[in-house]
């Protein structure tokens, strides 16, 4: 008689998800918990709406937040946020988007039609990479300056969230430091796409890097972001930029021009579809 297999329940794998990483996993709306982050005050969420899903049809999803999840140091996740909020949809400015974030947590779409194609997987598994940056680079000005430095002087940024989300998406402009021509709408975005590389893709960043001397530049300044960011966690993320060679492929950018205006309003990132 052959045994048969246990099939964990997504709600089961949500519960194990937050025992292990010390967070939650829920499918209500991130403004019943964090209602502040939505306020006029805080500015940056006003126009944020969110749709409520259930956890029986985000296996995908979760299967792509688990495997996001294992790349970082122990005790890093729990650091940075509370909670990882699935999502039905989400429109910012009235246009879809794969993400977002707020002040201690991330929230993924999970569309219901993708079931079946990969895509509510590579969604969140590229966009807990995604989400989790935005928060890295808030909070380490000397990476924005330094990231805003090695802009073009001739470089934009989009004029509104719905530009960004909504622009055709044309191919990117490796040669002037932009991963993903959606790296170009702003300097979160830009630094969001250079945390999927680095953490769902970091062969091809590699690659780009040792090619591309504007990207070394600004792998290194993403790498220092990282390991800088906590003494805890310094050592977990050396070793994983060092395992997967993308230590050896940045390049510091060495004296910059500081004369830059920090404006961090601008930074809040989004998953464009």
């Not at 890093?76 to 794969?98: K, P």
């Amino acid at each position: 008689m052959n045994a048969c297999s246990y099939l964990e329940s997504e709600t089961e794998q949500a519960e194990r998800l937050g025992k292990t990483y010390q967070l939650n996993i829920k499918t209500d709306a991130p403004k019943q918990s964090y209602p502040k982050d939505f306020t006029e005050e805080e500015g940056s969420l006003v126009n944020v709406e969110v749709t409520i899903t259930s956890l029986d049809s985000a296996a995908e999803t979760l299967d792509g937040i688990e495997s996001a999840l294992g790349v970082y140091p122990e005790g890093f996740i729990s650091e940075v946020i509370d909670t990882i909020y699935i999502a039905g949809s989400i429109t910012i400015e009235g246009a879809a988007a794969g993400g977002t974030y707020g002040s201690r947590w991330i929230a993924l779409s999970n569309v219901a039609q993708w079931n079946g194609t990969k895509a509510n997987y590579e969604n969140a598994y590229y966009g807990v990479h995604h989400e989790l940056s935005s928060l890295i680079f808030k909070n380490s000005p000397l990476s924005v300056m330094t990231w805003q430095s090695l802009l073009n002087r001739d470089w934009k940024p989009a004029k509104s969230n719905f530009e960004a989300l909504t622009k055709d998406e044309l191919a990117p402009d490796y040669s002037a430091g932009f991963l993903s021509d959606y790296g170009k709408t702003s300097m979160g975005n830009d630094f969001n796409t250079y945390a999927e590389f680095a953490f769902a893709e970091p062969e091809k960043l590699r690659e780009l890097a040792a090619t591309y001397p504007l990207i070394a530049k600004k792998l290194s300044v993403f790498i220092t972001a990282y390991t800088q960011f906590s003494a805890k966690y310094q050592q977990g993320f050396e070793e994983y930029f060092t395992r997967t060679g993308l230590s050896d492929v940045a390049v510091e950018p060495g004296n910059v021009e500081m004369t830059i205006q920090l404006d961090l309003s601008g930074i809040k990132p989004q998953i464009s579809q």
